[in-house]
């Protein structure tokens, strides 16, 4: 069975910090892709990286899939409060996703 | 932007009765998908569906489970017998196309199940 453990698994924060977390597995998968999801809500995706070594922005978010793809990791840049949700990546196993663990942050004002 | 949406929002039942989750995916989508998330764990895979069939289901998805796509829009997963361990957020998905796509899933809003 291949495992997506993050961490950490929970992060407080205060506004303007900087801030990484990890999704790492011993399996090598062709995708991962990062999700945030809010309470009460369906994952949203922000990214998916395909190609060992590469580095993906989204404004103040940096991806980067490991050069083996087995792992990959989130940098948030001067984080603000409306960062504050859980970060989930997800790698493709056959047709389905497989879901890491998950990492709640909570960035304070 | 097109969106995933379900319905209901939130489902209470009773115990052993029967329910009815709906999905409507994106249009253009061909690929339809059921996770769910009991709450503080992680989001698990229930089953895909193309082409008018089951592609893949995980061992949750048992006999009480059932798909369907009754028309060009709607997706419905259907719990025959609902147990209090059915409690959980339901999650549809739905995706375009196989092939170099490296199989992006959308997900919808979710609906709350709560069985009592």
């Known amino acids: 069975t291949q495992l997506l453990e993050q961490s950490p698994q929970f992060l407080s924060i205060q506004e303007g910090e900087n801030l990484t977390v990890y999704c790492n597995s011993s399996?090598?998968?062709?995708?991962l892709q990062w999700y945030r999801q809010e309470p009460g809500e369906g994952p949203v995706l922000l990214v998916t990286v395909v190609t060992g070594g590469e580095v993906k922005k989204l404004k103040r978010l940096t991806f980067q899939f490991g050069d083996a793809r087995k792992d990959s990791s989130l940098h948030i840049t001067a984080a603000q409060p409306g960062d504050t949700g859980l970060y989930l990546c997800a790698a493709r196993n056959t047709d389905k996703l497989i879901f890491g663990t998950g990492t709640r942050l909570q960035v304070f004002p | 932007e097109p969106e995933v949406t379900q319905t209901p929002s939130h489902q209470v039942t009773q115990m052993g009765q029967e329910v009815i989750l709906r999905c409507v995916p994106i249009s253009n989508h061909l690929y339809f998908y059921w996770y769910r998330q009991i709450l503080g764990q992680k989001v698990e895979f229930l089953v895909s569906?193309?082409?008018?069939?089951?592609?893949?289901k995980s061992e949750i998805f048992d006999d009480q489970f059932s798909v369907e796509r009754p028309d060009g829009s709607n997706f419905t997963l259907k719990i025959r017998s609902t147990k209090l361990e059915d409690s959980a957020m339901y999650f549809c998905?739905?995706?375009?196309?196989?092939?170099?796509?490296?199989?992006?899933?959308?997900f919808g809003p979710g609906t709350r199940l709560t069985v009592l």
């Open positions: 399996s090598v998968f062709s995708s």
């Open positions: 569906f193309y082409n008018n069939e089951i592609s893949e």
């Open positions: 998905a739905s995706r375009f196309s196989p092939g170099t796509t490296p199989n992006e899933q959308f």
